[in-house]
T-cell receptor, first 116, second 115 residues
Framework: DTGVSQDPRHKITKRGQNVTFRCDPI?????LYWYRQTLGQGPEFLTY????????KSRLLSDRFSAERPKGSFSTLEIQRTEQGDSAMYLC??????????????FGEGSRLTVL | DQQVKQNSPSLSVQEGRISILNCDYT??????FLWYKKYPAEGPTFLIS?????DKNEDGRFTVFLNKSAKHLSLHIVPSQPGDSAVYFC??????????????FGTGTRLQVTL
């Protein structure tokens, strides 16, 4: 399977714990995005990587959130001291060179976080 | 400020009939508009897109129409099939060098195709 993969698919944690999600994008894609989706809403942009550089972060990304893409391949999204409001589906997406692109992003199946 | 809006949270259509999903936007700088389909517990999957310089794009049963003057686009599915039952998201992108050129999504419309 050469699509975007995310791990874990589901995570249940207690408030105050740290969680980390991993995303493996399509191998030839240099653009990687993290989105968050809550019930009744569309995906909301969190952060963007071009290769290993994190070039943009949303206001939604508080100081408790950190993302990395150390070698320009896989990416991790860590949430420290989780709060109940962090409960959501975290989606990773990748895309190819924008010069040959119509804007399409390829999404993984998401990591659903439940904070108790 | 919500730049992409889907004002109908749900739509029910009979199998074989036409489904029309609507989307409005406010940012005239968007370069492409896209429709994604999402099943429960899965990520969104790309369906069809249209450039801002076009007014129609067709792919099989799916056609997207763009009305730039009204800042409105619609997705037509003909004929509708039960497997089309899903949440449909409208999205838009503005390509800008040095920025994320990210997709901005609407809130989605849940389509149910009944037998």
């Amino acid at each position: 399977d050469t699509g975007v993969s995310q791990d874990p698919r589901h995570k249940i944690t207690k408030r105050g714990q740290n969680v980390t999600f991993r995303c493996d994008p399509i191998s030839e894609h240099n653009r990687l995005y993290w989105y968050r989706q809550t019930l009744g809403q569309g995906p909301e942009f969190l952060t963007y990587f071009q290769n290993e550089a994190q070039l943009e972060k949303s206001r939604l990304l508080s100081d408790r959130f950190s993302a990395e893409r150390p070698k320009g391949s896989f990416s991790t999204l860590e949430i420290q001291r989780t709060e109940q409001g962090d409960s959501a589906m975290y989606l990773c997406a990748s895309g190819g060179d924008l010069r040959r692109n119509t804007g399409e992003l390829f999404f993984g199946e998401g990591s659903r976080l439940t904070v108790l | 400020d919500q730049q992409v809006k889907q004002n109908s949270p749900s739509l029910s259509v009979q199998e074989g009939r036409i489904s029309i999903l609507n989307c409005d936007y406010t940012n005239s700088m968007f370069d492409y508009f896209l429709w994604y389909k999402k099943y429960p517990a899965e990520g969104p999957t790309f369906l069809i897109s249209i450039s801002s310089i076009k007014d129609k794009n067709e792919d099989g049963r799916f056609t997207v129409f763009l009305n730039k003057s009204a800042k409105h686009l619609s997705l037509h599915i003909v004929p509708s099939q039960p497997g089309d039952s899903a949440v449909y998201f409208c999205a838009a992108i503005a390509f800008r060098v040095g920025t994320a050129s990210k997709l901005t999504f609407g809130t989605g419309t849940r389509l149910q195709v009944t037998l």
